[in-house]
């Protein structure tokens, strides 16, 4: 479709119209004019909104559906749809559907599911088969078929031999090695993070040494083997210092937490809830203020919403019964903007596209539209209305949010929400 945006304010630090009110004429999915009073033409759809802010598409790295083999969760259709809604032009698949995406196959299946969409799906592949974590999987062929990097959602490799030939054998293809950090000896049969929280409730605590114990032994990999690293979803002040110092090193690795981490602590949990039992568990006030250090500094490269959800005969359970997880593509932006600066979350929102090896589309006359369409300013607490996931297993309910997306226009599409 073709598409005059009028009067946006451009959120970009990387282009020299940051800060600016323009018109954006979009022509056959491509930017062919910016400026002011840009003359509408026949043929054009014209968009105008209450105080509208465009920047680059946003995009997810980590994010579940449950299609194949869940489909109660959440369908790839529903969860493309809600994505777009909620901001995103490009989110990161896990491989957790029923069967694990760890075969050339399985990458097809779900590009082709996702072909047509607004927002642009980019599978995970399996880092090993079934996600068991004893033998490797056909890494070279899935990233032929359109996977952006390899990992066993949520699940550590307890074998340092397996994560080492992983990472020397992607370093043939440029591959990305997603190293979730837990070990799961120390977890022992904790549920939430081991503290005061934990005590008072009479709950088995994780201590965050389970996930900085495996972050050194998978550092120290790193650095022995050489490739690129992800680590996904850290949620301990400590952590961050053990990735900020392998990053002086100059080792290559990059890092994700979670919205959840760096909006809630552990003492949500005091009403036994399970729709903050997730996976790292949430921790004291002291590790979420080093978290948003690290985002701050830029140790934390970007930022997820993790989306995970979970059917209710799964969370609806005693809470070391529940399965970890929270839906949280809608409430991401809202969220975020009420402990970060604006500036920051759009950085962190867009940087993982190039970490992925995904196309980073700027906001310039002959680049390709991707662009999220929001505003800064709204503010109201979140609420089942806000809900367009299947599950509605969201541990932000009752929340005071600030900002919202409108939609986004990527693929040649507009999808807004009504």
Not at 167 to 176: A, E, I, S
Not at 254 to 267: G, M, N
Not at 285 to 290: I, N, S, V
């Amino acid at each position: 479709m073709n598409l005059l945006i009028k009067n946006a304010v451009v959120t970009d630090k990387s282009s020299a119209l940051n800060g600016t009110v323009t018109d954006i004429k979009i022509e056959n999915g491509i930017i062919k004019q910016i400026g002011k009073d840009i003359t509408p033409e026949p043929g054009f759809e014209i968009l105008e909104l209450e105080n509208l802010h465009i920047s680059q598409g946003w995009f997810d790295s980590s994010v579940n559906f449950g299609e194949p083999g869940f489909e109660d969760r959440e369908t790839i259709a529903n969860g493309l749809n809600t994505a777009a809604l909620s901001g995103f032009t490009a989110v990161a698949l896990q491989p957790t559907g029923n069967p694990i995406a760890d075969t050339q196959a399985d990458i097809h299946f779900l590009k082709a599911k996702a072909a047509g969409h607004a927002t642009s799906l980019y599978p995970i592949g399996a880092l090993t088969k079934g996600s068991e974590g004893k033998d490797i999987a056909e890494l070279f062929d899935m990233q032929n078929a359109g996977a952006v990097a390899f990992g066993d959602y949520n699940k550590p490799i307890a074998d340092a031999n397996i994560l080492k030939i992983a990472l020397q054998y992607v370093q043939y293809f440029n591959g990305l090695v997603i190293a979730y950090a837990l070990d799961e000896k120390i977890k022992g049969k904790g549920v939430v993070h081991e503290g005061a929280v934990s005590t008072k409730l009479g709950l088995k605590g994780i201590p965050a040494l389970a996930e900085e114990l495996q972050i050194a032994r998978n550092l120290f990999l790193l650095e022995y083997t050489g490739g690129k690293m992800h680590i996904p979803t850290v949620s301990a002040g400590k952590s961050v210092q053990l990735i900020r110092e392998a990053k002086a090193k100059g080792l290559n690795v990059t890092c994700s937490v979670a919205v959840h981490h760096l909006f809630l602590t552990d003492e949500v949990l005091t009403g036994f809830d399970t729709r903050y039992k997730v996976a790292p568990p949430l921790r004291p006030e002291t590790e979420r203020q080093a978290l948003i250090d690290g985002v701050l500094d830029g140790t934390i490269d970007m930022i997820t919403s993790d989306h995970n959800p979970i059917d209710i005969e799964n969370k609806k359970l005693e809470i070391d019964l529940a399965k970890d997880g929270t839906i949280g593509l809608e409430s991401a932006f809202g969220a975020l903007l009420t402990v970060l600066p604006l500036d920051t979350v759009i950085e962190k929102l867009t940087a993982g596209k190039a970490l992925f090896g995904i196309e980073d589309n700027t906001i310039a006359e002959g680049s390709k539209a991707n662009l999220t369409l929001f505003n800064p300013d709204t503010e109201y607490t979140f609420t089942k209305a806000d809900i367009l996931s299947k599950s509605k297993n969201s541990a932000f309910l009752g929340q005071k949010l600030k900002g919202k997306a409108y939609g986004i226009y990527n693929n040649g599409k507009l999808i807004l929400k009504k």
